[in-house]
């Protein structure tokens, strides 16, 4: 089993739709969590970082429930921009840091 | 400007040739980092490093080397290249080991 488990997709979506991404973790002492965004093999940019009260940015929001090792990130009104392959990584208490394989968006008109 | 440098962007070469990409930052970050980024999967951690000469193995470390001699620099070598190895390389930096990351533009490397 991978440590870190992404929804395979890919998500295809017309705009204006709210979408939903899911990853899981096996590390109960995972320490920091986050969504980065890649587009078409360039580099990954931070999207937002998860914590347990939940955080929102704009139409993006993040949860994490550490009981269930368990991260969301919830798109609503979604446009052609988010395209791209989203990533959520976790961070442990060693220094080291694991990306899921990501789950590819497609937002058409 | 706050800056991941990473290069080259593009390198092909021969099996067996030592190879250097360099990976240079100047927001005094202490933790570094290098990845590799195959087709269909994640980015998967090579080596680390949390500070100068502390570095650690990662998730995939065999046939790649490191060094953090000084704190802005920190360059993967490959010391005998196979097309196994043939991958697009990310560097990233943050500012302690579970905070954010900042990446590098990325190395695509062709091991023929």
């Known amino acids: 089993r991978k440590e870190v488990e992404q929804d395979p997709g890919p998500f295809n979506v017309p705009e204006g739709a709210t979408v939903a991404f899911n990853c899981t973790y096996s590390n109960s002492a995972s320490q920091s969590f986050f969504w980065y965004r890649q587009d078409c093999r360039k580099e990954p940019k931070l999207l937002m970082s998860v914590y347990s009260s939940g955080n929102e940015d704009g139409r993006f929001t993040a949860q994490l429930n550490r009981a269930s090792q368990y991260i969301s990130l919830l798109i609503r009104d979604s446009k052609l921009s988010d395209s791209a392959t989203y990533l959520c990584?976790?961070?442990?208490?060693?220094?080291?840091?694991?990306f899921g394989d990501g789950t590819t968006l497609t937002v058409k008109p | 400007e706050a800056q991941v440098t990473q290069n080259p962007r593009y390198l092909i070469t021969v099996t067996g040739k030592k190879l250097t990409v360099t990976c240079s930052q100047n927001m005094n970050h202490e933790y570094m980092s290098w990845y590799r980024q195959d087709p269909g999967l994640g980015l998967r951690q090579i080596y680390y490093s949390m500070n100068v000469e502390v570095t650690d193995k990662g998730d995939v470390p065999e046939g790649y080397k490191v060094s953090r001699k000084e704190k802005r620099n920190f360059p993967l070598i490959l010391e005998s290249p196979s097309p196994n190895q043939t991958s697009l390389y990310f560097c990233a930096t943050a500012d302690r080991f579970n905070e954010k990351l900042f990446f590098g533009s990325g190395t695509q490397l062709s091991v023929l």
């Open positions: 990584v976790v961070t442990g208490n060693a220094g080291k840091s694991t």
